[in-house]
């Protein structure tokens, strides 16, 4: 049982299975960033808007102009884009893995098909975030960060933004941690996903159809991996 126990909550297996999914992110990335793939995201990011407007869900612009106006909101929104929510994600994962707890093994298959999920869609319908095309405002610019500079880019995938990662993620990871509480904290929990879909979209980083679809893709990944 004890050999079991160890072979279960292998280090070696998560950081293969981490930088195996890491890895297949990067090659769909270095497919699709070539000029003619930059291309094709913008153009499939003037079809999500138009889209959206003929749903009449073209929210992104309204809430921008809600937020910029407050720079310490703005500079509040962008930390939580840049790093927070990956790393709160990561973070309980890593959590549930130091603690040996019989949940981790769940919770990390659901996180890598949120992860893992949407490649075939970034690689076939390669999509250019709100905040390049006219109208919208690049909050992290403005803030002096250029999150497509050289350096930055290799790590990354900038025409990637349906569905949205961030959206999958938050909705894994509410759901782990939900399922885990009761009463307040259980509310809290459930308004995260929600959060970071404000977050996403006040930054101009996901369309509102991202979101949506991220968010069927969290819930997607909890079921398959149940």
Do not use: C
Not at 38 to 62: C, F, Q, S, T
Not at 63 to 77: D, E, I, M, N
Not at 167 to 188: D, E, K, N, P, Y
């Amino acid at each position: 049982m004890l050999n079991q126990h160890k072979l279960r909550f292998s280090g070696r297996r998560e950081l293969a299975l981490g930088l195996g999914a890491y890895g297949a992110y990067l090659l769909v990335r270095r497919a699709v960033l070539t000029p003619a793939g930059r291309r094709r995201a913008h153009a499939n990011a003037r079809r999500v808007i138009r889209l959206e407007r003929g749903l009449a869900i073209d929210l992104e612009g309204r809430v921008q102009q809600a937020v910029v106006s407050a720079p310490r909101l703005v500079r509040g929104l962008n930390a939580g884009y840049a790093a927070l929510n990956v790393a709160f994600s990561v973070g309980w994962l890593a959590l549930l893995f130091g603690r040996r707890d019989p949940a981790f093994a769940r919770e990390r298959r659901a996180a890598l098909a949120a992860f893992l999920g949407p490649l075939p869609i970034f690689l076939a319908f390669p999509t250019a975030p709100p905040r390049t095309q006219e109208g919208y405002v690049d909050t992290l610019g403005e803030a002096g960060i250029d999150i497509e500079h050289p350096l930055l880019v290799r790590f990354y995938n900038p025409v990637a933004a349906l569905p949205s990662h961030h959206a999958a993620f938050a909705v894994v990871t509410a759901g782990g941690l939900a399922g885990r509480t009761r009463g307040a904290r259980r509310a809290a929990w459930a308004a995260y996903p929600p959060v970071v879909a404000f977050v996403v979209v006040a930054t101009a980083n996901h369309y509102v159809l991202d979101v949506a679809a991220g968010a069927a893709l969290g819930l997607a990944a909890r079921r398959l991996t149940r």
